[in-house]
T-cell receptor, first 115, second 115 residues
Framework: EAGVAQSPRYKIIEKRQSVAFWCNPISGHATLYWYQQILGQGPKLLIQFQNNGVVDDSQLPKDRFSAERLKGVDSTLKIQPAKLEDSAVYLC?????????????FGPGTRLTVL | AQSVTQPDIHITVSEGASLELRCNYSYGATPYLFWYVQSPGQGLQLLLKYFSGDTLVQGIKGFEAEFKRSQSSFNLRKPSVHWSDAAEYFCAVGELTGGGNKLTFGTGTQLKVEL
């Protein structure tokens, strides 16, 4: 079974530029998550989708971050404009459904460096 | 708000020695607790989880964890560490939110294994 796919794996941009990350979850998984992992910290949930609807985006900095999952499958996360403090690994995860007993499977992440 | 504390940032053990990684949580209700492992350049992998019932939980790769409500702890243990266990370990507490769920991670413990 294929895992969660993410691209690109690495991205270097200058501050004030824009960037987008792509995630393809495991087939059949209804729930998709985006996490931000800053160096030395644990992952922090940015947004959670159930199919193509948002169920939690309370920690998403909406002035610069946006995310969509238009057809309830793959998803994109965008940052515009980027700041230095956005340097982090962005992890995508998926699960069969929302309840906690459904394991979240994580992708390898996209490492973003903002100069 | 729920929170997780992993008091040890780095731990070094010799191969074959026993291991215990500490995790303390703060959560008002019965917690849902998880341990994840992250190897370099890879996403997080679930080691084990606790929802209810037996307070000693068995996981993959020979790991186990014990839930102690009186101490608000969920420490991870392994009787004999292998060199391949070197990685970063994250404890997390789960919370059901409106329509979804949320994992709050600790800051992680980096495990080094000496041969």
């Amino acid at each position: 079974e294929a895992g969660v796919a993410q691209s690109p794996r690495y991205k270097i941009i200058e501050k004030r530029q824009s960037v987008a990350f792509w995630c393809n979850p495991i087939s059949g998984h209804a729930t998709l998550y985006w996490y931000q992992q800053i160096l030395g910290q644990g992952p922090k949930l940015l947004i959670q989708f159930q199919n193509n609807g948002v169920v939690d985006d309370s920690q998403l900095p909406k002035d610069r971050f946006s995310a969509e999952r238009l057809k309830g499958v793959d998803s994109t996360l965008k940052i515009q404009p980027a700041k230095l403090e956005d340097s982090a690994v962005y992890l995508c995860a998926s699960s069969l459904d929302a309840p906690l007993y459904n394991e979240q499977f994580f992708g390898p992440g996209t490492r973003l460096t903002v100069l | 708000a729920q929170s997780v504390t992993q008091p040890d940032i780095h731990i070094t053990v010799s191969e074959g020695a026993s291991l215990e990684l500490r995790c303390n949580y703060s959560y008002g209700a019965t917690p849902y607790l998880f341990w994840y492992v992250q190897s370099p350049g890879q996403g997080l992998q679930l080691l084990l989880k606790y929802f209810s019932g037996d307070t000693l939980v068995q996981g993959i790769k020979g790991f186990e964890a014990e839930f102690k409500r009186s101490q608000s702890s969920f420490n991870l243990r392994k009787p004999s560490v292998h060199w391949s266990d070197a990685a970063e370990y994250f404890c997390a507490v789960g919370e059901l939110t409106g329509g979804g769920n949320k994992l709050t991670f600790g800051t992680g413990t980096q495990l080094k294994v000496e041969l």
